[in-house]
């Protein structure tokens, strides 16, 4: 009797995710203790009434809504102060939920009440300012492969946005479905430079993941190759073939276009590259493997 080529089988361990929901790991909990520090200010513990000066009654606010949420008396056994309690609920606290809760609430009040205070700052030792303080949050998010933000005073999941949703996850699972497997790796490549900061990198990485693709389809369906085509000419060659429409060659152009103008040499003077721009590469990348794909599948099938 033949092996069966079943679902289970082709996708164990195969499903990747880009980012992790269910854990909060310790060094980004300490990260953000250091941000709370610099963006809220210092605790002075022979103060219990004086707002301007120390972020005592900020301190005494966050822990007094928490445990009113939650029906207890405390935070954690762990401190003699709601700063302290607050700090140990960050780093001892299981519930995923539940430090989410406290970093929101905290940076919704660096968001507002903090930002609102600003003739404060100085008396309070105020040292990171909250654009840059919640910035860096979603960059740490970001650093350690987190896929929470922090957006208009709420903390959102990365994969509630459209493109996630409709793009992303839907170009990884094509990918290791369709045994796409070097295309895979690079692709999950662009978005590990891509947290780690490393703009040019991804946008390279993102790249050779479309070339990939491409020629993978080329391989699958038996049309000849050099080895030495880049994107253009793969473009075409799956436009010849009548793997794609001619009406898309322009729309697929930007993704090499964007990767020649930020990713290749920039002579004497340095191009910044946008975080936005590089988002919408790797964006654009994921939705341009999705509609290949898509498009190999329906050849084959014929």
Known sequence: ???LDIFSKRNRGKQKSIF???EIPQPLRIQILHIWRDAIGHYDPNSYYDSNHCSNETWSSIHKALC???GVVRLSENGYSHIEECFAFMQDEKSVEKVLDIIELTFRIIDTDIRNDHWYWNLKGITQYPD???DELNRRFQEHGIGYQYLNGKIVR?????IYREA???AVNLMFGEGFKVASEEFMNAHEHFKKGRDKEAIVEAGKAFESVMKTICSKLNIKLTGKET????????????????YVENSLMGQPVLRNKHAHGQGEKSVPLPRY?????????ATNIVFLIEAYKSKKNK
Do not use: Q, R
């Open 168 to 170: 992303v996850e839907p």
């Open 132 to 134: 840059d303080a919640i």
């Open 277 to 285: 721009t590089v988002a919408y590469g790797l964006h654009l990348c």
């Open 68 to 70: 009113k949420e939650y």
């Open 20 to 22: 992790k929901y269910n």
């Open 158 to 162: 990365v994969d509630s946005d459209y």
């Open 231 to 246: 994107a253009n000419p793969l473009i075409k060659l799956l436009i010849k073939n009548e793997v794609i429409p001619e």
């Open 1 to 3: 009797m033949a092996i």
